[in-house]
């Protein structure tokens, strides 16, 4: 099971770190990613941080300015958001999946295990 957390409000500009650890088990072996969703839209890819190669791969909307890494033990896995734009407002997810070829790897239907979500509210 994942839990996501780190969430809240911020103004146009600051930072947040969401984390999500994995309960009972490391990420060690699996893809992990980030999405996020707004009210009657789908998910939508955000950052992946691959177990194989340890490559990143982030969307367009936020490269340079979210990271994805995981710590040490490979229980967490953190997503830095900086530089925050009031459309980053969502509700935000990880997600693990079974390492998923790099040209489908921002596709939300690769990931069977999700977490339960953490609104980031971002103020203009």
């Known amino acids: 099971q994942l839990q996501a957390s780190g969430g809240g409000l911020v103004h146009a500009g600051g930072s947040l770190k969401l984390s999500c650890a994995a309960a009972g088990r490391p990420f060690s072996g699996y893809t992990v990613a980030w999405f996020r969703q707004i009210p009657e839209k789908g998910r939508e890819f955000v950052a992946a941080?691959?177990?194989?190669?340890?490559?990143?791969v982030y969307a367009n909307s936020v490269e340079g300015r979210f990271s994805i890494f995981r710590d040490k033990s490979e229980t967490t896995v953190y997503l830095q958001m900086n530089s925050l734009k009031p459309e980053d407002t969502a509700v935000y997810y990880c997600?693990?999946?079974?390492?998923?070829?790099?040209?489908?790897?921002?596709?939300?239907?690769?990931?069977?295990?999700w977490g339960q979500g953490t609104l980031v509210t971002v103020s203009s």
């Open positions: 941080s691959r177990w194989t190669t340890g490559r990143t």
């Open positions: 997600a693990t999946g079974s390492n998923p070829i790099l040209s489908a790897i921002r596709s939300a239907s690769m990931y069977r295990d």
